[in-house]
DNA sequence: ATGAAAGCGCTAACAT
DNA sequence: ATGTTAGCGCTTTCAT
């Protein structure tokens, strides 16, 4: 029962026309008669005729599909930014191929030429944790394939970006702890080799600076996962009873580092105050409810999604790159209070 | 210094030679002579050569891509199987295009009629909530497309099925609940003409039966986001004197219900046991960490994709379906300990 | 107002 | 061992 779909040409032998007659009738050309074009348009529609994407595109180089290369869809952020982008693309008649990275540079290399040997119109990147080499960037620029990073934008190539503010997120995620009372503070930062990493902890230390508290380094613990806080849980407990707050890379490890210190005696955020980065849904579950700073995902998605249809539909000059920042917001919730007492 | 990509015939006017013997040269043809093939191989090779997956896929039509249907990617549940998918997707050749309905019919439509027209060679698909028509699955048959379903699955239509057991995984939350001293349970539930609303909530009320519980009405309350419990916190917080237990249809209302109870003077699980559906990372996330079922999401994706690839490779014959069933397996933590403090 | 022909990039039957 | 041709489905110049 695997019927071929209708063609054009099939369309055309039925009713003893021609195949360009019948191309022309179905998008309403001014030469055809309107008997003919009344007599094609129904049939087609009573056959469901579809064209073939395919040699539509093959014909005109043109896919009208664009593709989107995360490390991870499961994260909050990076749902919302896709979000944002397809909302921005489906109205403007754009498809949107998604793929997952994993955090594999590999799979980012592999996933990258399947899009471009697919021929879509243009690529939106985030950067996987363990991409070192940047040659399948170039490539794209080679292939002529407009791309737009955002997130974790490669500094290497030069091409739109579109951001959040790391460091004044940070900056402002940090003097709200301050102005809690936290006196000592830490951090659990991202490797420095990723731009968000290098750029929250210098937006921490800009905000310790800024109000001349100490910048300790052993403060500054290298966890950026919910796994990776429970391996360094024994510096974590160590370091407790000097401090009164922590800034944490992101809301899982912010929420998980909570959850160390609570199973050790710690109350928060009576004894330590907490606050996180991202604002995902967990931190409406977190106990206490997690301060945090807003990422704007969606903002971002179609912010990048129109700068990449800029390229794409040659309204902007080719080597002339823009880069947009997001400045994120304080979401304010109780993890932050330090002193009070939560039930 | 938009550069259109070499072809084929590129490279033959370049070297004085045919298209076709460019064409077998790359793919080792037994006719041609090592001489031809090496200079033709090191010359793509040098100039980056890249087929045009378009005319492939229209000569062959076979694009090796298939496309994936969901309501929503981010939850924990279905990029788990998106995972399970693309891990045999990748290992068998075949790319997986995403689309994300987020629960909207009218998108479910849109999505797959761009699938079908760009001639992807299958459709894996877990149905939207609000999806009550069921014409555009069936034009996937008359088309041609195979189909299989997960989780969300159409009844009325005959095709491959995989789904986690949702009426036992209910049944095995329910007695765990009763066998921790629960009498008086109450129920959050997915609207009735969701498969999972049906069998999970027949789960529940079969275990009560199985342990000659009342069942009662008034106990059952129709909610399934975290939103909609906020919208009936009154109606729970009204029974919550009456009862000892709570099955929610899933983690993300279990937790909703024991941050409302907990808002009312409550405490979980010493008064009131919870036990949800589906552990995400919430469920660890969760105060106290919440005791559900796991869903087994991964091995369900590639159990679809299996499936899937028996159909479009013929192996299977044509209207021959199986369904699939995964049950799921309690993970027990501390919402559900009856009568016990926690810190 | 309609049709014939060529071509998008590729391959495979059919020459030579 | 290599080249010529035709065709996947579609559109569009160029006839008529």
């Known amino acids: 029962m695997k019927s071929q779909p209708i ?3 099939d369309i055309a032998r039925i009713l003893g026309i021609s195949p360009s007659t019948v191309s022309r009738a179905l998008k309403d050309h001014p030469d055809i008669s309107p008997k003919t074009k009344q007599l094609v348009q129904t049939f087609a529609e009573k056959v469901n005729y579809r064209p073939n994407a395919l040699a539509l595109s093959l014909r005109s180089s043109k896919t009208n599909t664009i593709g989107i290369v995360i490390p991870e869809i499961v994260h909050h952020f990076f749902s919302s930014v896709i979000s944002g982008i397809e909302d921005v693309a489906y109205g ?7 793929c997952q990275t994993n955090e594999n540079y590999q799979r980012e290399v592999i996933d990258l030429q399947a899009l471009v040997d697919n021929r879509v119109d ?5 950067m996987s944790k363990n991409t070192h080499e940047f040659t399948h960037f170039e490539n794209l620029r080679e292939n002529g394939v407009p791309v737009v990073f955002f997130d974790r934008i490669c500094e290497q190539i030069s091409s739109d970006r579109v951001i ?7 900056r402002i995620a940090t003097k709200h702890l301050i102005g809690k009372g936290c006196k000592k503070i830490m951090h659990l930062a991202a490797p420095q080799h990723l731009l968000i990493g290098k750029n929250r902890k210098e937006g921490f230390t800009s905000a310790l600076k800024e109000h001349k508290l100490v910048s300790d380094d052993r403060y500054i613990i ?3 996962t919910r796994e990776a806080v429970f391996a360094k849980a024994d510096d974590i407990i160590r370091l407790a009873p000097e401090i009164d707050g922590i800034f944490a890379v992101n809301d899982s490890t912010a929420i998980a580092a909570m959850q160390v210190l609570q199973r050790n005696g710690y109350s928060i ?3 330590i105050a907490v606050a996180g980065f991202g604002d995902g849904p967990n931190a409406n579950i977190a106990y206490p409810p997690l301060t945090t700073v807003e990422q704007k995902g969606y903002d971002i998605g179609q912010a990048a999604m129109r700068l ?3 390229h794409i539909e040659g309204t902007v000059e080719d080597e002339e790159f823009e880069t947009k920042i997001f400045t994120p917001e304080l979401v304010e919730r109780t993890s932050s209070q330090l002193g009070h007492n939560v039930r």
């Open 164 to 170: 959040a503010d790391d460091f004044e997120g940070a």
């Open 92 to 98: 403007r008649g754009y498809n949107a191929i998604i």
């Open 308 to 310: 990449l249809i800029g």
């Open 222 to 224: 290298k966890c950026d």
């Open 7 to 9: 063609t054009i040409k």
């Open 269 to 271: 955020p009576k004894d």
């Open 122 to 126: 243009g690529i939106l990147v985030s």
